[in-house]
């Protein structure tokens, strides 16, 4: 028994080093995520809204230690309100990150996002108005974070902090968004 686990924990720790990519090569990542979405800034009485996102990222690595890549993931943004107000906020997001390997297939990662907004509701109960003339139509945060990636698998959180406000007129209301995703590495 002790020799099948050992023999599984090597292979478990053989396919992990095969899964960062040589220097001076290129791979795509499509992925999946579950936002955790709010606004923050001039807004009271918002909760957390739960949504999705996909895309993809392409990445060259560098070297050994630096990747840098770039992205493209629709995103189900906003937040909750109370007495049933949703604001249902969907982007365009462009990632652009320094991936940062600090441990073998552990990346931190850092760099800025603008954003493009798709569509906007406001919704209360069952009635629904499009807000879109009322915030900017680009959007611009900071994302940071960590990824590990998994035999050709990348598991990657991040947080989104909006640095422009999104809304139009007084007040600076911001994007505030957790991302937990899925994807695979296929190199080209």
């Keep these: 028994m002790k020799k099948m686990m050992m023999i599984a924990v090597m292979m478990i720790a053989a396919m992990t080093v095969n899964a960062q990519q040589p220097a001076g090569t290129w791979s795509l ?13 001039d807004i009271s009485g918002n909760n957390m809204k739960i949504g999705l996102a996909a895309g993809a990222d392409v990445m060259y690595q560098i070297n050994s230690l630096v990747g840098v890549s770039g992205g493209l993931m629709y995103s189900m943004q906003g937040c909750d309100g109370d007495n049933d107000v949703k604001l249902n906020y969907d982007f365009i997001n462009i990632p652009v990150l320094a991936n940062f390997y600090v441990a073998p297939n552990f990346a931190l990662k850092a760099g800025l996002q603008p954003a493009f907004v798709a569509s906007a509701k406001y919704k209360v109960n069952k009635n629904e108005t499009d807000v879109k003339d009322n915030l900017q139509s680009l959007e611009l945060s900071i994302p940071i974070g960590a990824s590990y990636e998994f035999s050709d698998f990348v598991i990657d959180a991040r947080y989104n902090l909006g ?3 999104i809304n139009k007129g007084n007040g600076s209301i911001r994007n505030s968004v957790f991302q937990i995703s899925v994807g ?5």
């Design 184 to 188: 695979y590495k296929i190199p080209f």
């Design 29 to 41: 990542t499509p992925k999946v995520a579950l936002n955790l979405a709010n606004l923050s800034g």
């Design 163 to 165: 640095v422009a406000k």
